[in-house]
């Protein structure tokens, strides 16, 4: 049974889900995490917010002291990811490589330790590009690491949304504040599952609490919604007047294109956008019946994203 004193390890601690755990965790009363990441800004924004956690600025595809922050850790939360890039090898680097590195740790410091790993609903996706064979082939390596002894469950999450969101829907939520007119790619009549992404956290503590051993589930959203009515919605939350305009497939993927070619770390990619057209439709589980909570439709978690007093206003830095 976790105790609230007990050590929980996060690794991609100051991302989109690390910050929503984070703040969840400490809300619950546990007073003993370890928050990991790379990104110096983002975990000193999470430091900010929660002083009492301790935070570890590392590098997990590199060896180093950081593997000493396993030791006596009775849960290791991975949610450590590359989620855009240019090339193959940031995904290689940030999806496989570092999540050797964790399970090696785990194996030396803290073998009985229980760990949930945060999946994706892509593995079952019919888009192929480098996320998604990544992200398939990170889930491979902790489900060997479970064949030999290693205690883990794992979770897979369709498109998630919510507070410190620094891509996805808070980036484009961020650009419709912005821009003239707000463009979407073709009709925008591509169905989403989104899932709030606290609701997920909390799926991760029911996880952490009960750690069923090789448990595997499909987490989507509650609504079934088209692209183009989450950004009315998104718009609607935010008190927006901004027009929402079509563009033709072929022109919008010229505009990520070009977007690419100035920026280093593209918030939105051509594969992005063929990923978003693909017409994927994940199955999930029943999460009420399953985590024992009703998840939040969307418009009422994304009323509750844009409005809330303290988080609504933190904006990560884009971590890749």
Not at 30 to 42: C, P, Q, S, T, Y
Not at 139 to 165: I, N, S, Y
Not at 193 to 209: G, H, K, S, T, W
Request: with cysteine.
């Amino acid at each position: 049974m976790l105790q609230p004193n007990d050590k929980i390890v996060i690794t991609g601690a100051a991302g989109l889900v690390g910050q929503n755990l984070v703040t969840l965790l400490v809300e619950s009363g546990f007073g003993n995490l370890v928050a990991i990441d790379k990104n110096a800004h983002n975990l000193g924004i999470l430091a900010g917010l929660h002083p009492a956690v301790r935070t570890v600025l590392a590098d997990l595809a590199e060896p180093g002291t950081w593997d000493a922050e396993f030791d006596g850790a009775a849960v290791v939360v991975q949610l450590h990811a590359q989620i855009s890039g240019k090339t193959a090898a940031p995904f290689t680097r940030n999806n496989l490589t570092a999540t050797s590195e964790v399970l090696r740790a785990l194996r030396q410091r803290a073998p009985g330790a229980y760990l949930v790993h945060a999946s994706s609903s892509v593995v079952h996706s019919v888009a192929d590009d480098d996320y998604v064979r990544s992200k398939t082939a990170q889930e491979q390596l902790v489900r060997d690491a479970g064949a030999l002894g290693q205690r883990h469950c794992v979770l897979r999450p369709t498109l998630m949304f919510g507070w410190f969101d620094p891509k996805h829907l808070g980036w484009l939520a961020r650009l419709m504040e912005r821009v003239p007119v707000f463009p979407i790619p073709g009709h925008g009549r591509y169905m989403r599952q989104p899932l709030y992404n606290r609701d997920f956290c909390r799926a991760i503590l029911v996880m952490m609490r009960e750690q069923p051993d090789g448990a595997v589930h499909d987490l989507t959203g509650p609504d079934r919604i088209d692209y183009i009515d989450m950004m009315r919605l998104i718009r609607d939350a935010k008190g927006l007047r901004t027009p929402i305009v079509r563009i033709p497939v072929p022109l919008f993927g010229l505009m990520l294109r070009a977007a690419a070619l100035v920026t280093s770390k593209p918030p939105f990619t051509v594969d992005q956008m063929h990923a978003l057209m693909a017409g994927d439709e994940f199955s999930g589980v029943d999460i009420e019946q399953v985590f024992g909570f009703r998840p939040l439709g969307f418009a009422e978690a994304v009323h509750e994203t844009f409005n809330h007093p303290r988080y609504s206003g933190v904006t990560l830095e884009s971590p890749h």
